[in-house]
């Protein structure tokens, strides 16, 4: 079993990265593009930047990157709005991130510094239970006739927690000391980890709550909206946040479950002003509103 290296699988998307993921530049150019037609693994239409009759403006689905031929114009999204919006980078990128429901946030240099120190805590804990899977042959033989492959193993992440209390602290004091610090453990909310529509994780599990629950029940019920861009809006707080948000009312059944892209469905009609000061009493100790 071979061990995959975890930078990939965890890391910190940028808004034009996320913007990306969540806009497809296919589906973004085909209205401007005429005639767009496949070409091999690529698809090929008439240039929107200049009068052409034969086609020479290319567009690779795989690599998210189109090519004019003809006027030697091209780039990724962010460079096509650009050029056909005639718009500055910064402005593109509002412009980006108000189509794809993406919240632009001003980070705190030191919380994007503790952010950082926290991913790699958590891309050091992955490598370390992951070397620890390939060790363990009994659990690999457990896994395996289960049904699991080997490619599902790597590719979820899978690994395997040696006995003892001390021994993730160990290993990563002794490979990550630079990492590991008391501010990363007194940091409360890490949301998000793995998000990229939604649906993150937070260190400490559903028992951490939330200051915002009690508004975002409000809202979500009074709309009868229930998704993480709509949350992302209306309470200017990051997508991973949002989606935090909303699994904690799916705890306490004020919700459905995901639905991937779509609203989640709404379980109730009215929600009690007690309830709501509640939630917002039971997690005053988690912190403020912030940009997380």
């Known amino acids: 079993m071979k061990v995959i290296n975890s ?3 965890i890391k910190m998307l940028s808004p034009l ?3 990306k993921n969540r806009i497809d530049l296919t589906d973004y150019l085909r209205p401007y593009v005429a005639n767009l037609a496949p070409s091999g693994k690529s698809l090929k239409g008439l240039c929107p930047f200049h009068k052409e009759k034969t086609p020479s403006f290319f567009i690779s689905p795989d690599k998210q ?3 004019c031929f003809g006027c030697q114009k091209g780039g990724d999204l962010m460079k096509f709005v650009m050029e056909m919006e005639k718009m500055e980078f910064s402005e593109a990128l509002r412009f980006l991130a108000d189509k794809a429901g993406v919240v632009l946030e001003k980070q705190d240099p ?3 510094s503790l952010k950082n120190k926290v991913f790699e805590v958590l891309k050091q804990s992955d490598r370390f239970f992951r070397f620890h899977l390939t060790k363990n042959k009994p659990a690999q033989d457990y896994l395996l006739n289960r049904g699991l492959k080997t490619e599902t193993l790597n590719y979820f992440g899978l690994g395997f927690a040696p006995q003892g209390w001390k021994n993730l602290y160990d290993f990563l004091k002794k490979n990550g000391s630079a990492f590991y610090d008391n501010s990363i453990t007194d940091y409360r909310e890490v949301a998000g980890i793995k998000s990229r529509h939604g649906g993150g994780s937070s260190m400490g599990g559903s028992s951490m709550t939330d200051p915002l629950l009690g508004e975002a029940k409000r809202l979500v019920v009074e709309s ?3 998704s993480a861009s709509f949350l992302q809006r209306r309470m200017q707080v990051g997508y991973a946040r949002a ?3 909303l699994d904690l009312m799916e705890e306490e059944g004020i919700v459905g479950s995901s639905r991937g892209a779509k609203p989640r469905d709404i379980l109730v009609d009215t929600i009690d002003d007690s309830q709501s ?4 009493k039971s997690s005053r100790s988690f912190g403020q509103r912030d940009d997380s």
């Open 65 to 67: 990157v189109w090519y």
């Open 110 to 112: 030191k919380l994007l």
């Open 277 to 280: 000061d509640e939630s917002d």
């Open 17 to 19: 990265e996320e913007i």
């Open 243 to 245: 989606a935090r948000l």
């Open 7 to 9: 930078e990939k699988n």
């Open 224 to 226: 009868q909206t229930a």
